[in-house]
């Protein structure tokens, strides 16, 4: 029987074998853990990530004041998404990194395209 890391390890590279950033898109990978969320964009072909946000940054570290996970993972990807479009990137592909497309997750996606990113 796997365990829950192990099942979200394999499902993630059986996502990974299908998901592939480029400088035009680059994949918008996000890691969950039990309290903050990080999302980067990644062009595969280089090794480079262009831009980062997480749970952890300054910038939502004050608006995240009473709010719970869900809101704050949306506005993660709402900072990453402003991010991006000051470097010129418009369009990504979203790895989901085997997790289920739902909750934090979820709103983190929602967050990057009102943000202005194309999903």
């Known amino acids: 029987m796997l365990s829950k890391v192990k099942a979200r390890k394999r499902r993630h590279i059986r996502v990974r074998?299908?998901?592939?950033?480029?400088?035009?898109?680059?994949?918008?990978?996000v890691f969950r853990s039990l309290k903050h969320i990080y999302a980067q964009l990644i062009n595969d072909e280089i090794g480079h990530t262009y831009c980062s946000a997480s749970s952890l940054d300054r910038?939502?570290?004050?608006?995240?004041?009473?709010?719970?996970k869900k809101e704050i993972a949306k506005e993660v990807?709402?900072?990453?998404?402003?991010?991006?479009?000051?470097?010129?990137?418009?369009?990504?592909?979203?790895?989901?990194a085997g997790y289920k497309y739902h909750g934090r997750v979820q709103a983190l996606?929602?967050?990057?395209?009102?943000?202005?990113?194309k999903l």
């Not at 592939?20 to 680059?26: H, K, M, N, V, W």
């Open 59 to 68: 910038e939502i570290k004050e608006v995240a004041e009473g709010k719970n």
């Open 17 to 29: 074998k299908k998901v592939f950033g480029t400088a035009e898109r680059p994949r918008l990978c």
């Open 77 to 96: 990807g709402k900072l990453l998404a402003k991010r991006a479009l000051e470097l010129g990137i418009e369009k990504a592909v979203f790895d989901r």
């Open 109 to 117: 996606a929602e967050g990057a395209r009102e943000g202005g990113l």
